[in-house]
């Protein structure tokens, strides 16, 4: 399924998701997944709510581990380890190191709302990275400036609006330098007004090149401009992927027909993960 | 029935043992953070042996009365592990570590209100164990605990008077004491409880002020 993306085939994929399913109980969510990133691609997953887009990402993030199946990063396995020529489960040690390779960007900031901005941005850079304090700053400005709220740096979180304080949580992501960053919905709690600032700056990061992204996304728009790839999944399988032009112009399934007429008339659904919580869907 | 001149000269006596008193309430206190702390984080632990156990012994200290536990440490203790404790000290390890059992859930509603999304940027950062309780969970999760805590030292203040039990001489000891050797109990117990009523209700407005101040800074986003 992932094998039909021309442009990349020379590479070894960076994610490699094998046979991945994932359930809460009984209720299955990723059913025997296959999907493989390449170096520094650019993905975009789209979907109805529900569909298993967060837990993509989440599984990635080692936020939820795999019910079955295995998912290499980097050539090596994220959720398990080789000992004495047996496979077993990652530990603690395994998975950080493994993991920061890897970083996100949540749909709502989570911000330290404790911490200034610039400490933010810091901190784990100094207690993760052991990066002295002066050089510690001196990248973080650097990389606020690039997001544009050098001059928030003394500010706490609440003092920001909510496209600033998802700017800080970008730059905070950005600055520990991962191969690969997740997106997941980044703008989906935004003012409408706000969105525009926030995908600005990940597009910017994009066609900087290196980085490989994966970016879930209701902002059609968006996905077709910065994305090399749309995922579209339903129901906890990839229905179909393609690039932009494919997918988006010539949808084959018709799920993905009637979910992009949908979202053609110009309804994204700002509400989605909220209904899923409240459990009315 | 109230005899103004027997008030004046018995107040000095009860005004020196407040220091006492004070200090079994401070003290005891101080103990309580520092063991409901510990409490609160083995109850949550996810392996069983440590928080199985730390949950039986602190739900037992809750549901057996302070002055049982007060009377275990000065007269089981010297027989059965040949420690002896003055009635001071006695007296502020009992409270601390009856008390420990209830700021423990201070602590634990603190932990829990943290959002979850917290623990997951620190996952995400790649931070340890260690240092996302060190630097993310609890540095959230204590200041808004201060209030409930200022009211639990005002609630170990008023509960001193069980210390005199264990020979403790503290206000209500010495009331007593007093009322005893000139048979006028009126003027003695109603000085201690003015005491208590004097020390008690401003810090009470006191913790609620920091409670304002606190609410107020929240919303600033400074807490
Ligand atoms: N922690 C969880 N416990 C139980 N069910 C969950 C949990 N997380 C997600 N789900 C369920 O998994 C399904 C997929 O969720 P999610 O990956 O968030 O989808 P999407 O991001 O595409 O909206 C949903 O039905 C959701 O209710
Ligand atoms: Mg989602």
Redesign the interface.
């Known amino acids: 399924m992932s094998q039909n993306i021309q442009t990349f085939t020379s590479d070894e994929p960076i994610v490699r998701y094998k046979n991945i399913t994932k359930s809460f109980g009984e209720h299955t969510v990723l059913k025997e997944l296959d999907l493989d990133i390449l170096p520094g691609e650019k993905v975009a997953l789209i979907g109805p709510s529900g569909s298993g887009k967060t837990t993509i990402a989440r599984l990635l993030m080692t936020l939820e581990s795999p019910t079955s199946g295995t998912i290499e990063v980097d050539g090596e396995m994220l959720w398990h380890m080789h000992k004495r020529g047996r496979l077993i489960s990652a530990n603690e040690k395994h998975l950080h190191r493994v993991r920061s390779k890897i970083g996100m960007v949540f749909q709502h900031f989570n911000l330290f709302p404790h911490m200034t901005i610039l400490r933010n941005v810091t901190e784990a850079l100094i207690h993760v990275l052991k990066i002295p304090k002066a050089e510690a700053n001196h990248r973080a400005l650097e990389i606020l400036e690039r997001v544009g709220l050098r001059d928030h740096t003394n500010h706490y979180p609440s003092q920001l609006s909510g496209g600033q304080k998802q700017r800080v949580a970008i730059a905070r992501a950005l600055v520990m330098q991962p191969r690969i960053m997740l997106f997941d919905e980044v703008t989906s709690a935004l003012d409408p007004e706000l969105v525009g600032e926030v995908l600005d700056v990940i597009k910017a990061i994009a066609s900087e090149g290196d980085m490989t992204m994966i970016l879930i996304t209701h902002e059609m728009d968006f996905a077709r401009d910065v994305a090399d790839r749309i995922i579209f999944t339903d129901g906890g399988v990839i229905v179909e992927q393609g690039t932009p032009a494919e997918l988006f112009e010539n949808p084959k399934s018709a799920r993905l027909q009637s979910f992009l007429s949908r979202f053609m008339k110009g309804q994204p659904d700002r509400s989605a993960d909220d209904r899923v919580a409240a459990g009315t869907e | 029935m109230w005899d103004w001149g027997y008030a004046n000269s018995i107040l000095p006596k009860l005004l020196e043992v407040i220091p006492t008193t004070l200090a079994s309430a401070i003290l005891g206190f101080i103990l309580a953070c520092l063991l409901g702390l510990p409490i609160a984080l083995a109850r949550r632990s996810s392996k069983k042996w440590i928080a199985w156990p730390v949950a039986a012994f602190s739900e037992f200290i809750r549901s057996t009365p302070l002055l049982i536990q007060l009377f275990v440490l000065v007269f089981v203790f010297p027989q059965s592990f040949n420690i002896t404790l003055s009635p001071f000290l006695a007296g502020v390890i009992g409270l601390g570590l009856h008390y420990s059992t209830y700021l423990s859930e201070v602590y634990r509603s603190g932990i829990d209100s943290v ?1 979850r ?2 623990w ?2 620190s ?7 260690l ?1 996302t309780w060190l ?2 969970v609890l ?2 999760s204590i ?1 808004p605990t201060i209030p409930v805590m200022g009211n639990y030292l005002i609630v170990m203040f008023k509960e001193t008077p069980t210390l005199s039990a264990i020979t403790v001489v503290e206000l209500l000891m010495t009331a007593k004491v007093i009322g005893s050797a000139s048979f006028k109990y009126v003027e003695a117990f109603t000085l201690v409880g003015i005491i208590f009523l004097v020390l008690s209700y401003p810090s009470s407005l006191l913790v609620r002020a920091l409670e304002r101040r606190m609410k107020r800074n929240e919303r ?4």
Do not use: H, T
């Open positions: 959002p999304g917290q997951e940027a996952i995400a950062l790649n931070f340890n164990k240092r630097r993310i540095p959230q200041p600033r986003g400074i807490a």
